[in-house]
């Protein structure tokens, strides 16, 4: 494997933790700054220093180049070397051109350890260690040279020290820039993939939700001999009803992605309460006494009371409002003579005004104890008798468009 290919492999050794700049940047601030002295150097004709930092810029892009190669490559090599770099740098240029230039690197030394771990959001004990080693070296050699020793290059004009510094300062400013959008970026990144994660995690808990609620409702259909497919043929019916009544203006606010789904999901959970009702009520061959009917009516309150337990304990709030309002209400009528709270027209929720209709039609053609199924034909006579009555115009006006295009 070329070395090309190995870097584009590896990218950077931060490149694992998402929350730092990668090793570019850090070479970037490294090259700028060492090229800013090196032109400074040049200008004044301080040879040595000028050498310094060819070799120094040199031998640690070559250091990189090989460790890139390196399967398995201890990176932290590279933060000890600099340490030590950055020490002999600030020595070299106290001795070779003064305190002058030994300040600008103690500011060079403090700033750019800190900046570039305070990136990182990791303060390192590298960090500790350049900071305390440049301005150990910066006060030693203050002392020494203020006393005892002269630097071997006298220049008297102090406008390359000052280009050089605004020089090295800008580098640093842009590198700073780089690394905090960087740091940025990878930020978002994080939060889109932790986003993401409790998204699926959200989406699972609501599969395994209506996984447990689909089995309930397949439980109470069961124990009701007469209804077979019931659920699931009311179902289709709401969601045809669904589809239509969002081509009404007025409703369009209100059908959102979210409401459909959650109403589509309710919907089998209809007749939830008929699990608290008993066997011989609910498959007494023949009509029922008013006494049993008076106890059938009461699996909407009872279906609504236990979905408010499910409500309690589990997730998704909007849906369990949405399916306790479709169990509660799906037997009021558009007049306020349905049960169990006598409620008229628009103070029916919708879900229960769409559910009343799927169910009653599912209802009539289906067999029953007391009945035989009705035709598709008679039926739907029996259904307009109650429009603007029994149903609500416009859900009634949906579901007559649906099911009378289908065979």
Avoid at 137 to 155: G, R
Avoid at 214 to 230: C, F, K, N, P, S
Avoid at 252 to 280: R, S
Wanted: hydrophobic share 45%; glycine share 4%; proline share 2%.
């Amino acid at each position: 494997m070329s070395i090309i290919s190995n870097i584009k492999e590896k990218k950077s050794m931060y490149y694992t933790d998402e929350d730092a700049p990668s090793l570019m940047t850090f070479l970037l601030s490294f090259v700028l700054v060492h090229t800013a002295f090196m032109i400074g150097f040049y200008m004044v004709g301080v040879k040595e220093m000028f050498v310094y930092n060819i070799l120094s810029v040199s031998f640690f892009l070559a250091l990189i180049i090989w460790l890139f190669t390196q399967e398995h490559a201890n990176y932290s090599v590279i933060d000890v070397l600099i340490s030590f770099e950055v020490a002999l740098h600030q020595v070299l240029a106290i001795h070779f051109v003064g305190l002058d230039a030994g300040f600008q690197y103690l500011l060079l030394g403090l700033a750019t350890p800190i900046i570039y771990y305070s990136l990182k959001h990791i303060f390192t004990i590298i960090t500790i260690v350049k900071a305390v080693l440049s301005m150990g070296i910066f006060l030693l050699c203050n002392y020494l040279y203020k006393y005892q020793l002269t630097p071997v290059y006298q220049i008297n004009d102090e406008r390359w020290l000052t280009w050089t510094y605004y020089i090295c300062m800008l580098c640093l400013y842009v590198t700073v820039a780089k690394g905090t959008i960087e740091s940025y970026t990878k930020y978002k990144g994080k939060l889109v993939k932790e986003y993401q994660f409790h998204k699926d995690a959200i989406e699972k808990q609501l599969s395994m939700q209506q996984n447990v609620i689909q089995t309930i409702a397949d439980m109470v259909e069961a124990r009701d001999e007469t209804t077979g497919l019931h659920t699931a043929r009311t179902k289709e019916h709401v969601h045809q009803i669904l589809r239509k009544l969002k081509e009404y203006d007025k409703y369009k606010d209100q059908l959102t992605d979210e409401y459909i789904k959650d109403v589509e999901a309710g919907a089998v959970l209809h007749d939830i309460g008929k699990i608290k009702i008993p066997d011989a009520i609910l498959n007494k061959p023949g009509r029922l006494t008013d006494e049993e009917y008076a106890i059938i009516k009461t699996h909407t309150v009872e279906g609504a009371n236990l979905l408010r337990v499910c409500h309690k304990s589990l997730d998704n709030e909007a849906y369990y409002e949405i399916a306790q309002n479709i169990a509660l209400y799906h037997h009021e009528r558009w007049d306020d003579k349905g049960y169990p709270h006598n409620l008229s027209k628009e103070a029916i929720p919708l879900e229960a005004r769409i559910m009343a209709v799927a169910d009653v039609y599912d209802a009539l053609m289906s067999k029953r104890p007391y009945k035989e199924p009705f035709s598709k034909e008679v039926a739907i006579k029996i259904m307009q008798d109650g429009r603007g009555t029994q149903f609500d115009p416009d859900v009634f006006d949906c579901f007559l468009a649906y099911i009378t295009k289908i065979a």
